[in-house]
């Protein structure tokens, strides 16, 4: 695989997968159809969720990702306050919304576009108790590593910075750091990428102690997670990682579906990564051809390529 076709697959896959959970959110594991029936329409008699959302539609997930690469590039860098500027743009009028409507969002987004629109600082406005660590800085935030040229210090930093703006608890903030890094080893052909990441990650919050603290605590030791597809940054991220240990695109957002809860977010994590590792020809062509909001994400995923040496 060329280099464009794992960020191609990065980027598609996170949307498809945020499209294919949409239908199944909210529900529990147990409830969840078996995997040769989740499709992106459910199937019949299955309860679905956001029942007048059209079948295809990605969430609050990828728009609020196509938000951070709108940002990344025309900005040329990670300007926070440009981002928060298409935060605001999205909750209020439905940027980068398929057909301008915005059907999910997040408690702790919700709070914090709120604290925006009052006029606080971007790096000021997320949420940094620890009831504050959902997973909606870590669901947007693959297109940050797909588009970074700059040393893993330096796209950690901005993997950071960019979950200030909603999720500014120091947990959460590594969680971004973390996938981050891996995906950047995937992209890269590097062997065995979650521990080269985990490693890295490891030694640069050794000069950041509260950071350190949050990761040797909270995060790990990595195989004692339990996996709920909850909307916890935590298990959002470990639920995913469980899901791409399967061996093709398809096994693993169909996995990440049968977690439950919060559907759309751990298949739009697992698919973003799944994507990177089996690139854009893996994901099944029924998927692509029937994703919505082509006319958002076609000129910025061309943007992106573009910028690929």
Same mark, same amino acid.
Not at 9 to 38: K, Q, R, T
């Given at each position: ?66 938000? +951070?690469?709108?940002?990344? *590039?025309?900005?040329?860098?990670? /300007?926070?306050?440009?981002? $928060?500027?298409? !935060?605001?743009?999205? #909750? ?88 981050? +890094?891996?995906?950047?080893? *995937?992209?890269?052909?590097?062997? /065995?990428?979650?521990?080269? $990441?985990?490693? !890295?990650?490891?030694? #640069? ?105």
């Amino acid at each position: 695989m060329t280099k464009k076709e794992k960020i191609a697959g990065g980027l598609i896959g996170l949307m498809v997968g945020d499209a294919l959970g949409v239908p199944y959110e909210f529900h529990s594991a147990s409830s969840i159809p078996i995997e040769n029936e989740i499709e992106f329409e459910p199937p019949h008699g299955f309860r679905r969720a956001h029942a007048g959302v059209p079948i295809g539609t990605f969430s609050d997930d990828s728009a609020q990702a196509l938000i +951070l690469l709108n940002t990344l *590039l025309e900005c040329e860098k990670l /300007d926070v306050k440009h981002f $928060a500027n298409g !935060l605001v743009d999205w #909750y209020d009028r439905g940027f980068m919304a398929v057909d301008g409507k915005v059907f999910d969002v997040g408690i702790q987004t919700r709070a914090a576009i709120l604290e925006l629109k009052s006029g606080v600082e971007p790096i000021f406005a997320g949420g940094i108790d620890e009831f504050s660590n959902g997973n909606g800085s870590l669901m947007r935030v693959l297109p940050l590593a797909l588009w970074h040229r700059g040393s893993d210090a330096e796209l950690i930093e901005d993997a950071e910075l960019q979950s200030r703006v909603t999720h500014a608890h120091p947990r959460s903030q590594v969680c971004c750091a973390l996938y981050c +890094l891996w995906a950047r080893y *995937l992209l890269n052909d590097s062997g /065995d990428a979650w521990n080269k $990441a985990a490693e !890295l990650a490891s030694d #640069y919050y050794k000069n950041h102690e509260d950071k350190f603290a949050q990761l040797e605590t909270h995060i790990r030791p990595f195989d004692e997670h339990e996996t709920n597809g909850s909307g916890y940054v935590v298990d959002a991220l470990f639920s995913a990682k469980a899901a791409c240990e399967k061996n093709s695109f398809e096994e693993t957002v169909k996995a990440a579906i049968k977690f439950g809860n919060d559907t759309d977010t751990t298949a739009c994590i697992a698919g973003g990564i799944a994507g990177l590792k089996y690139g854009i020809d893996a994901i099944p062509s029924r998927w692509r051809e029937n994703l919505r909001g082509k006319e958002l994400y076609e000129p910025l995923l061309n943007g992106l390529l573009k910028t690929v040496l």
